[in-house]
C-alpha cells in the first residue's frame, strides 16, 4: 500500500459505521437520509455546506452523469443522487472507503443511482466523452502530477462538460504543520499555488468559470462544538479518521498562518 493509501485506510469500517449510527440512535434497517450521515460522510473543509455550495455553483441537473473522484464515503455523491437527483459514478483509492460508501449507498436507498469503483484519478476506469461533470473535494492536495489529472479529467468530460472542485493550495510559505487530514508527513501533501493550478488547467484545455479563495468563508464545521467534541460525536468522521481533532486543528493552524488556502472552482472544456 502507498503512504496515501494507508492514509485513508480504516480496519473494519462496516463494522464501525455500522456501530456509529446505532450510537446516534438511528436505526441502519430503516432508510436513512443523506442529511442524516453528513457529519460522517463529508470528508472535506466545510463539510455539508461546502458540497451544496459547489453544487450550485456548478449548476448540477438531475441530467448530468457525474463523476466523483476521490470520493470517499461518497456523502457528496448521495447529496447530488438526491437532489437534484443525477446518477453517479464513485472512484477512490481507499478500498475501506468503497466499501463503506456501498454501505451508505444501500442503508439511504440510493445504490441504484450511484456505483463506486477502486480506481485512480490518474487513470481514470471510463471512456473518453462519459461525464457532464467531474467532481473533486480536497483530493487533489494528494496527487503530485498535476498535468496528468488534469488530462484524464479533460479526457473524460464531455465537450462543454464542467470540472467542480475545491481543495487547499500552496499559501505563503511551506505547511509545517502534519499530521494533516490528507497527509500524514510532507512526502503526501502535494500543493501547489493557485496561479499554478490554474496555469495547468487552461493548458491541459480548460477555461475558467469560478476560482476564488474561500478560506475566510465563514463555513461551519461538521457539527457544533469544540474540535474535541465535533470529533467525538458518535456520527464523526472519527469514525474512521485517525487524531481527527490533531489533524483539525492543524489545518486551522495552516490556514490563520497562511501556509495554505482553500480555492474552489468550476473550469469548462473548451
Ligand atoms: C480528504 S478525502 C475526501 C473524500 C471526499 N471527496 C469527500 O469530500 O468526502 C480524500 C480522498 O481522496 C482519495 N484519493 C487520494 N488520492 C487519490 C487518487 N490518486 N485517486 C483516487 N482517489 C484518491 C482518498 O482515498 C480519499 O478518499
Redesign the pocket.
Known amino acids: 500500500m502507498s503512504g ?2 494507508t492514509h ?1 485506510s480504516a480496519d473494519d469500517i462496516e463494522t464501525r459505521v455500522l456501530a456509529a449510527i446505532r450510537a446516534a440512535g438511528l436505526d441502519p434497517g430503516i432508510r436513512l437520509s443523506p442529511t442524516e450521515l453528513a457529519a460522517l ?4 473543509t466545510g463539510g455539508f455546506r461546502a ?1 451544496l455550495v459547489l453544487r450550485d455553483l456548478a449548476k448540477v441537473q438531475a441530467t448530468d452523469r457525474v463523476l ?6 461518497a ?2 455523491a448521495r447529496m447530488l443522487a438526491a437532489t437534484p437527483g443525477c446518477q453517479v459514478e464513485c ?4 478500498r475501506d ?1 468503497c466499501v463503506a460508501a456501498s454501505l451508505l449507498n444501500r442503508l439511504t436507498g440510493l445504490e441504484d443511482r450511484i456505483a463506486v469503483k477502486v ?4 487513470d481514470i476506469p471510463y471512456p473518453a466523452d462519459s461525464f457532464d461533470v467531474v467532481w ?4 487533489g492536495m ?2 503530485n502530477n498535476k498535468q496528468r489529472l488534469y488530462e484524464e479529467i479533460r479526457r473524460v468530460l464531455k465537450p462543454g462538460g464542467r470540472f467542480a472542485f475545491q481543495e487547499m493550495v500552496a499559501g505563503d510559505s511551506a505547511a509545517t504543520c502534519f499530521p494533516l ?2 497527509a500524514t508527513d510532507p512526502a503526501d501533501n502535494s500543493l501547489v499555488t493557485a496561479a499554478e493550478m490554474s496555469a495547468v488547467l487552461r493548458r491541459c484545455g480548460f477555461e475558467e468559470a469560478y476560482f476564488a479563495d474561500v478560506s475566510e468563508e465563514p463555513l461551519p464545521p461538521p457539527a457544533e462544538g469544540t474540535p474535541e467534541a465535533v470529533a467525538q460525536a458518535p456520527l464523526s468522521l472519527s469514525v474512521y479518521v485517525d487524531d481527527l481533532a490533531l489533524k483539525a486543528d492543524n489545518a486551522a493552524r495552516s490556514l490563520r498562518e497562511r501556509q495554505i488556502r482553500l480555492f474552489r472552482g468550476v473550469f469548462r472544456v473548451n
Open positions: 496515501i493509501e485513508y460522510d463529508h470528508f472535506h458540497s466523483d473522484i476521490g470520493a470517499g464515503l456523502g457528496p472512484i477512490d483509492l481507499s472507503y480506481g485512480s484519478a490518474l473533486m473535494q480536497n483530493v494528494n496527487i487530514p490528507w
